[in-house]
Nanobody, 113 residues
Framework: QVQLVESGGGLVQAGGSLRLSCAAS????????MNWYRQAPGKEREWVAF????????NYAGSVEGRFTISRDNAKNMVYLQMTYLNPEDPAVYYC??????WGQGTQVTVSS
C-alpha cells in the first residue's frame, strides 16, 4: 500500500530555512505527481507545491512562490520541500500527498519571531 513518511520539520527563526523530506513507497513513484500541503491551527488545508513525475514541472501557491522549492529524487523515491525566508504565516503541519489521495502523517514547522 501507499506509504508516505515526512521528516525535517522543526523550530526555526523567522527568516530561516528548513528542508522537508518525504519518503514514498508502495506505488510506481515516477508515474505520479506529488504535492505538499499544509494546515495551520484553525485554518483549512492549503496546497503549497506540485512536482510532476519527472520532476521537470513544478508549481507553487502564490504565498510561497520564490521562497519554497519542491524537488524529487526518483532514484530514491523521495520528495523534498526546501523552505527559505520562513515567516510567521508559514507555521503549520506540512503534508506530503501522493496518488489515490494518500497523505503522510505530517511534520510540524514552527517559526519563532
Amino acid at each position: 500500500q501507499v506509504q508516505l513518511v515526512e521528516s525535517g520539520g522543526g523550530l526555526v527563526q523567522a527568516g530561516g530555512s528548513l528542508r522537508l523530506s518525504c519518503a514514498a513507497s508502495g506505488f510506481p513513484f515516477t508515474d505520479y505527481a506529488m504535492n505538499w500541503y499544509r494546515q495551520a491551527p484553525g485554518k483549512e488545508r492549503e496546497w503549497v507545491a506540485f512536482v510532476g513525475g519527472s520532476g521537470g514541472h513544478t508549481n507553487y501557491a502564490g504565498s510561497v512562490e520564490g521562497r519554497f522549492t519542491i524537488s524529487r529524487d526518483n532514484a530514491k523515491n523521495m520528495v523534498y520541500l526546501q523552505m527559505t525566508y520562513l515567516n510567521p504565516e508559514d507555521p503549520a503541519v506540512y503534508y506530503c500527498v501522493g496518488p489515490y489521495d494518500s497523505w503522510g502523517q505530517g511534520t510540524q514547522v514552527t517559526v519563532s519571531s
